[in-house]
């Protein structure tokens, strides 16, 4: 099939994007590139100041640029609040033959679902799902082939649980939740107790997951039903793939856990909040709204004042920067003690 070609003049997609027009309104895209990439007809964008450079080197035939980034008379501008945010407007607005999310609609004659479920008429159920006892799926919502929806779960409106999905009995998804193939939700929280001989007793989590509107979860991304209540993630919030939340965790609004980071069980995390990646949080522990954790970083203890923190353990960035530049001269200090030793002994 031949796609349709797509363009747009510059003082349309200033329109279409509600950023104002530095430059000819006349010129016409027909795509989006990179800034090494990008030709005449594409728009492409400048989100971090270190790229200045290619920007400036660059052939696109429009930037998307903050308000303060230096620009010269040369080249055409959209000038945006969020360049990054409106260079997506635009890939959509380029992007009109996307493959459909799937080409099954409705319930697929090959899904098990038990008399008992509930399925709204709008939502789309493919092939090999299975919808357990008292489970409901809202209206609109997608549930790609080989997933499980567990016995008594409740799945909002407008949600897209992609292929190959585990959510397990109880838990509870809002409206308009994104759920990445491989997820399992619900899992058992690793609990145990040591018996007089050494021996490892499970200890059942009997808990569920409750995840709020609007929440993302990426691939592979595990969280653990709680013990007796409930591990909750918090409106808006956004996981990353190849994350572990444990049992009871609680995480707020608005929050950003990012690839390989951990959560230990019973932890409270609060309102936008970033785990930048491979970050460990210890269990039975608070972190205050507005913390930005640093990537490899290893959270032991309660963190009560907003701001940054990197380290392990953590402490303020701005104190991590100076150990690890004197961590770097170590070596070059350790000399110089020798030198004042073989001296002060002579």
Known sequence: MTKELVSYTLRELAEKTKTELSGSGDVRIFGVADLESASAEHASFLANPRYLQQMQDSKA???VVSRDTERSQEKNYLISENPSY??????ELFATQLPPLSGFKGVHERAVIHPTACV???ATIGPNAVIDAGASVGEGSFIGSNCYIG???SIGAHCTIHPNVVIREGCELGDRVCIQPGAVIGSCGFGYTTDKSGHHVKLNQLGKVLIENDVEIGANTTIDRARFQATRIGEGTKIDN??????GVVIGKHSMVIAQSGIAGSTQIGNHVILAAKVGVNGHIKIADQ???GAYSGVSKSIATPGRYAGIPVMP????????????????FVKELKEIKKKLES
Not at 317 to 332: A, C, G, K, M, W
Request: proline residues 2%; aromatic residues 2%.
């Open 61 to 63: 035939g429009v930037v």
């Open 86 to 91: 409106t260079f997506q407007e635009l890939i």
């Open 120 to 122: 709204h008429a709008t």
């Open 151 to 153: 016995p008594e779960v």
């Open 242 to 247: 190849l994350v572990q939340i444990a049992h």
């Open 291 to 293: 913390v930005v954790v």
């Open 317 to 332: 960035l701005s104190q991590h920067n100076r150990t690890t530049v004197l961590l770097r001269n170590i070596e070059e």
